[in-house]
């Protein structure tokens, strides 16, 4: 895990346990469209698996991502990250992270997993080219040794992709 390693991770408080459960009921009956939950026994870590969409530069593409959920959640945000290979889009970076301002800033406790994969889903969907931040290589080099994406102050300047 990024930031902490799992041994390390608080436990989830009541209110988390059963939101979770609740989502993960919800999303076995209505699971979003493109997305595959990878069932472990682990509520607090979900591995999904993120199919590109059909029409854009990432159909019949697949990738994961892997959403650790704090003590607090849904008071506070998971940390969403793609594993590697994390797709090549202007606002995520190779080691993973993204840059999407419902994970950090905006995040709101009425948001669920659901939300938070078709948003994901969106921000790919729409990007007319396959490219790196233009800052990745420094982002990256700064965030050696573990560095959780929600310890970093993201600046949230283009909404176009």
Request: glycine share 4%; hydrophobic share 30%.
């Amino acid at each position: 895990m990024t930031g902490s390693s799992v041994s390390s991770r608080k436990v989830l408080s009541k209110i988390a346990t059963n939101r979770l459960q609740k989502e993960l009921t919800e999303w076995q009956i209505n699971p979003p469209s493109g997305f595959t939950h990878k069932v472990t026994d682990n509520l607090q870590r979900w591995v999904i698996e993120v199919y590109g969409a059909q029409g854009t530069i990432y159909a019949n593409e697949k990738y994961q991502l892997q959403v650790d959920f704090p003590e607090n959640y849904p008071m506070e945000a998971p940390q969403v990250i793609f594993l590697h290979p994390a797709p090549l889009h202007p606002h995520i970076y190779s080691n993973g992270h993204i840059c999407l301002d419902i994970l950090y800033d905006s995040w709101s406790p009425a948001m669920t997993v659901g939300s938070i994969c078709i948003s994901i889903l969106s921000m790919l969907s729409s990007s007319p080219a396959k490219e790196r931040p233009e800052d990745n290589d420094r982002y990256v080099k700064n965030c050696r040794n573990g560095r959780s994406p929600k310890e970093t102050r993201w600046w949230f300047h283009d909404d176009k992709v």
